[in-house]
């Protein structure tokens, strides 16, 4: 294969390029641009161990994760160590490639970083100045763009707004906003104000700002222009407080009276109303004649707290402001939730000149927040908590199991084939079945304990101070509660359930990790017959991802056309001659190997793929078998059909189509049957089986004997052969119950006028009692293995051919 000329590729590029060797990672070509970067000529690179040229222990452990085959590319920011030893930043991005076949190196790609850096740092200079500008005026700046990010601010602005040392240190705008409206009194039309600001980038305007500090400021904004387009906002704030005092404190705070949706009121610094707004005469319901010269602890009270009001004017004394919920009594004698935010204001000389009260009405956003959380914190169905809650009960609860060193349990509690329910009866009975399961579930618990649903019909339960055996006790406890019959109307039926168990601390010490292993658990349950419970274990993870990587490795093989069929005579024991052949699938992986369709089959019925795989052996064994009926050799090919494949609706259809694309003569596919297919709908079943007879495609019973044997199926369905499962042959001839078994299915066949193959015969002593019980074929070792279509041919050139269907 011609090798590729990398020198003239890479040269072309404008980046700077190495090729590395994935096994010993020394550089196996550079181009221009590369030499120049390191400052080291071609032939100083090349051959040079790429881990010499790593400035940082990072790149030094990438290298070595690289050489240990646990890491295929990287795309970073990094420094290399240039020729002169000192670091150059560079963004590098390292993928494998392969340029022939069976040959991978590393592709290192390199852009520099230096001028960008320069570029960073003179950028950096210029900011510097500007803040410097910044810091310089007297009025408090904050700068953003149009959309809201805060692109810079000064000291006097933190001064202002009493910003906290952590929201200088660390750059967090929504927690800056939030502190910024957490200062303002009319917190709400504080952040109207500013929606309307960003909906109008050309606006320039002034607002007043009153603190919960008592200050006010003056709030001039201007748009930011670049290039005539509006590119930001400039706000700057100037303390104003001193200034609206000498001018009169009481028309200001009138003229917030009038504009004011919230409830009002001045008092004293006796804390006696002075004055109210029309809001607060509506809220309160009753005149402003009546409120001025009242005690606003006439007003409020707080049903838990006898001494509220005392509390409040220490905190307004000591701190000039407070905020809380209280409740108020109306004219009505009804009582009403408030949010009450108040504030005292103190002149030049730190006496208080009066106090100021905003409170609002919060009986419909208590209802909204009540109704809020039922939906954040509980399942709409059955009312149990939803996953939200369980994870904060759990997680408190996992700290005090840590802390006293007790146990816990989870439960993952899955109803067995409830879709029927939903199915036969209807989503709106299935979920009525789902209110009564939770019902039963909760008498099942304690206080402590938390049952949760997580939808469908899927509930966890979290138990607290529970081992082992108290676990298997509430396990049985559930599945005793729940066996006991449903009466729903004039309907009773049974629901069961399967139960996984994980254990803290020993199966996972947080919630995820022991749900992750309670359903684990419960699959397993579900797997080995359903109504019953099961405590986790390791090895049960293990097996589950062993099972779903064969399955992805199971679907890759189907695309890459890995799958194959090898043919296992059935040889006459009579005479000799070759009377068919069954089909057998297998797969050899390029990681697992060689695969036994023991170990897949039933994962590929698990997941339904083995549908695609019956089609797919279908198709093939049809293929080879038109082969050798045109080489004049024809023979009878047997495949397997699963349960699953063997229900689809277009089965029959796709049969007939296979021979018909083929052009293959009917009587030389047979298709094997298990038992557990025929007892399925007996009744289709059978209109299903004389379709295919119609076609001339011969029937069997694989394995027959293993499954649930009726000998009624073998007088009314179509049928032309058993074969007997090798379990019954190994033990032949010594093994009394294996030759009872094996002489009443011969018998039993030869009155129905059914041939018999015995399958697994590896013994001359075994094929020779079965010749003597009138058996009359047999496949196994003692003949063949299973063969490649060409080793089968040869066999085939060596063996009597008896004429298909005799």
Same mark, same amino acid.
């Given at each position: 294969?011609t090798r590729?000329?990398?020198?003239?590729?890479i040269? !072309?590029l404008?980046?700077?390029?190495?090729l590395?060797?994935?096994?010993?990672?020394?550089?196996l070509a550079?181009?221009q641009?590369?030499?120049d970067?390191?400052?080291?000529? #071609?032939d100083?690179l090349v051959g040079?161990?790429?881990?010499?040229?790593a400035?940082t222990?990072?790149d030094q452990f990438?290298?070595?994760?690289?050489?240990? !085959?646990q890491i295929n590319g990287?795309?970073s920011?990094t420094l290399l160590?240039g020729?002169?030893g000192?670091?150059?930043?560079?963004?590098?991005r390292?993928s494998?490639v392969?340029?022939e076949?069976g040959?991978a190196?590393? =592709?290192?790609?390199?852009?520099?970083? #230096?001028?960008q850096?320069r *570029?960073?740092?003179?950028l950096e200079?210029?900011?510097a100045?500007l803040?410097a500008t910044?810091?310089?005026?007297?009025?408090?700046i904050?700068?953003s763009?149009l959309g809201?990010?805060i692109?810079?601010?000064?000291?006097?602005?933190?001064q202002?707004?009493?910003?906290?040392?952590n929201l200088?240190?660390?750059?967090?705008?929504p927690? /800056?906003? *939030?502190h910024?409206?957490s200062?303002?009194?009319?917190?709400e039309h504080y952040?109207q104000r500013l929606r309307?600001i960003a909906? &109008?980038?050309?606006?320039? %305007?002034?607002?007043?700002?009153?603190?919960?500090?008592?200050?006010?400021?003056?709030?001039v904004? #201007?748009?930011?222009?670049? #290039?005539?387009?509006?590119?930001g906002?400039?706000?700057s704030?100037?303390?104003?407080?001193q200034?609206l005092?000498?001018?009169?404190q009481l028309? =200001? %705070?009138?003229k917030v009276?009038?504009?004011?949706?919230e409830?009002?009121?001045?008092?004293?610094p006796?804390?006696?109303?002075?004055a109210?707004?029309? *809001?607060?005469e509506?809220?309160t319901?009753?005149?402003?004649?009546?409120l001025i010269?009242a005690?606003p602890?006439?007003?409020?009270?707080d049903?838990?707290?006898a001494v509220?009001?005392?509390t409040?004017?220490g905190?307004l004394?000591?701190?000039g402001f407070?905020r809380?919920?209280?409740?108020?009594?109306?004219?009505?004698q009804?009582?009403?939730?408030v949010?009450?935010?108040?504030?005292?204001?103190?002149?030049d000389q730190?006496q208080?000149?009066?106090t100021?009260?905003?409170?609002?009405?919060?009986?419909?956003?208590?209802?909204?927040q009540?109704?809020?959380?039922q939906?954040a914190?509980?399942?709409?169905?059955?009312?149990?908590?939803?996953?939200?809650?369980l994870?904060?009960?759990?997680?408190?609860?996992l700290k005090?199991a840590e802390r006293?060193?007790?146990?816990?349990?989870?439960?993952?509690?899955d109803?067995?084939?409830f879709?029927?329910i939903?199915d036969?009866?209807?989503h709106t009975?299935?979920d009525r079945v /789902?209110?009564?399961?939770?019902?039963?579930?909760?008498h099942?618990l304690r206080?402590i304990?938390?049952?949760?649903?997580?939808?469908g019909?899927?509930?966890v339960?979290f138990?607290q101070?529970?081992d082992?055996?108290?676990a298997e006790v /509430?396990?049985?406890?559930?599945?005793d509660s729940?066996?006991q019959?449903?009466q729903?109307?004039?309907? &009773?039926?049974s629901?069961s359930?399967?139960?996984?168990?994980?254990l803290y601390p020993e199966?996972?010490?947080?919630l995820?990790a022991?749900?992750?292993c309670?359903?684990? %658990?419960?699959?397993?349950?579900?797997?080995?017959?359903r109504?019953?419970?099961?405590?986790y274990?390791?090895?049960m993870?293990v097996?589950?991802l062993s099972?779903i990587?064969?399955?992805?490795?199971?679907?890759?093989a189907?695309e890459?056309?890995?799958?194959?069929?090898h043919?296992q005579?059935?040889?006459?024991?009579?005479?000799?001659?070759l009377l068919g052949?069954e089909a057998?699938?297998?797969w050899?992986?390029v990681?697992?190997?060689?695969?036994?369709?023991?170990?897949?089959?039933?994962?590929?019925?698990?997941s339904?793929f083995i549908?695609?795989?019956?089609n797919?052996?279908?198709?093939e064994?049809?293929r080879?078998?038109?082969?050798w009926?045109?080489?004049?050799?024809?023979?009878?090919?047997?495949?397997n059909v699963?349960?699953l494949?063997f229900?689809q609706?277009?089965?029959? !259809?796709?049969v007939a189509g296979v021979l018909?694309s083929? $052009?293959? $003569?009917?009587?030389l596919?047979?298709?094997? =049957?298990?038992e557990?297919?025929?007892?399925q709908d007996?009744?289709?079943? /059978?209109?299903r089986?004389?379709?295919?007879?119609?076609?001339g495609?011969?029937?069997s019973?694989?394995d027959?004997?293993?499954g649930y044997s009726s000998l009624?199926?073998?007088?009314?369905?179509?049928?032309?052969k058993?074969?007997i499962?090798?379990?019954?042959v190994?033990?032949?001839p010594?093994?009394?119950?294996?030759? $009872?078994?094996?002489s009443a299915t011969i018998?039993?066949?030869?009155g129905l006028?059914?041939?018999?193959? *015995?399958?697994g015969?590896e013994?001359?002593?075994q094929r020779d009692?079965?010749?003597?019980?009138g058996?009359?074929s047999?496949?196994?070792? =003692?003949c $063949?293995? @299973?063969?490649?279509a060409?080793a089968?041919e040869?066999?085939?050139?060596?063996?009597?051919?008896?004429q298909? @269907?005799?």
């Open positions: 294969m590729i000329a990398w020198g003239p590729l040269d !072309g404008l980046e700077s390029v190495w590395v060797d994935p096994v010993d990672l020394r550089i550079v181009n641009a590369a030499c970067l390191i400052g080291l000529g #071609r100083e040079k161990p790429v881990i010499e040229l400035a222990p990072e990438f290298w070595e994760d690289v050489a240990a !085959g990287i795309h920011e160590r020729a002169d000192l670091p150059v930043a560079v963004d590098r390292v494998r392969w340029p076949v040959r190196v590393f =592709l290192v790609g390199i852009h520099d970083l #230096r001028q850096r *570029a960073e740092n003179e200079k210029r900011i100045e803040r910044l810091e310089s005026t007297a009025d408090g904050l700068v763009d809201g990010d692109r810079n601010y000064n000291r006097h602005f933190a202002l707004w009493s910003v906290p040392e200088l240190l660390n750059r967090d705008d927690a /800056l906003y *939030a910024l409206a200062q303002v009194i009319d917190a952040q309307e909906d &109008s980038p050309l606006l320039e %305007a002034t607002d007043i700002l009153v603190l919960a500090n008592g200050h006010v400021l003056e709030r904004t #201007r748009p930011q222009y670049s #290039r005539g387009q509006p590119t906002r400039v706000f704030f100037r303390d104003i407080s200034h005092l000498q001018e009169s028309k =200001l %705070a009138a009276f009038a504009s004011s949706l409830a009002i009121f001045i008092t004293d006796g804390f006696l109303i002075l109210v707004n029309p *809001a607060c509506t809220l319901q009753c005149a402003q004649s009546k010269g005690s602890q006439d007003l409020f009270h049903p838990h707290d509220l009001m005392s409040v004017q905190q004394i000591e701190h407070w809380g919920q209280v409740w108020i009594r109306r004219q009505d009804s009582a009403c939730a949010q009450v935010s108040w504030v005292l204001l103190r002149d730190g208080v000149l009066h100021i009260g905003f409170f609002r009405d919060l009986t419909e956003e208590l209802t909204a009540k109704r809020i959380e939906l914190y509980n399942d709409a169905l059955t009312g149990l908590p939803n996953r939200l809650l994870t904060q009960r759990a997680e408190f609860a005090l006293n060193v007790s146990e816990c349990g989870v439960f993952f509690i109803l067995d084939r879709k029927n939903n036969s009866m209807g009975f299935g /789902l209110i009564e399961v939770a019902e039963r579930l909760k099942c206080d304990d938390t049952l949760c649903r997580l939808g019909d899927e509930f339960i138990v101070d529970i082992a055996h108290g /509430l396990a049985r406890r559930i599945l729940l066996g019959a449903f729903l109307g004039d309907m &009773s039926f629901v359930c399967s139960i996984g168990i994980a199966d996972g010490k947080t995820d022991l749900i992750k309670a359903d684990t %658990a419960m699959y397993l349950v579900k797997a080995r017959g109504s019953s419970f099961r405590f274990q390791p090895q993870n097996n589950l099972n990587k064969i399955d992805h490795a199971m679907r890759q189907m890459r056309g890995l799958f194959r069929l043919y005579p059935q040889i006459a024991l009579a005479g000799g001659a052949t057998l699938i297998r050899t992986d990681e697992l190997g060689e695969m036994s369709p023991a170990l897949f089959i039933p994962l590929a019925e698990a339904g549908i695609t795989i019956g797919w052996v279908l198709e064994a049809v080879q078998a038109k082969i009926q045109n080489c004049g050799t024809p023979v009878t090919v047997s495949i699963s349960a494949q229900q609706p277009e089965f029959v !259809g796709m018909r083929a $052009a293959l $003569a009917p009587h596919l047979e298709l094997e =049957l298990t557990s297919i025929l007892i007996a009744n289709e079943t /059978l209109a089986l004389h379709a295919l007879a119609r076609l495609v011969a029937l019973i694989d027959f004997g293993t009624a199926y073998l007088k009314r369905f179509p049928l032309s058993l074969k499962d090798r379990s019954f190994t033990g032949l010594d093994d009394d119950g294996d030759r $009872a078994i094996v018998g039993m066949a030869r006028k059914l041939k018999v193959v *015995a399958e015969v013994t001359m002593a009692y079965l010749a003597d019980l058996c009359e047999f496949q196994g070792y =003692l $063949a293995p @299973g063969l490649n060409k089968f040869q066999l085939m050139a060596s063996l009597p051919l008896a298909p @269907g005799t």
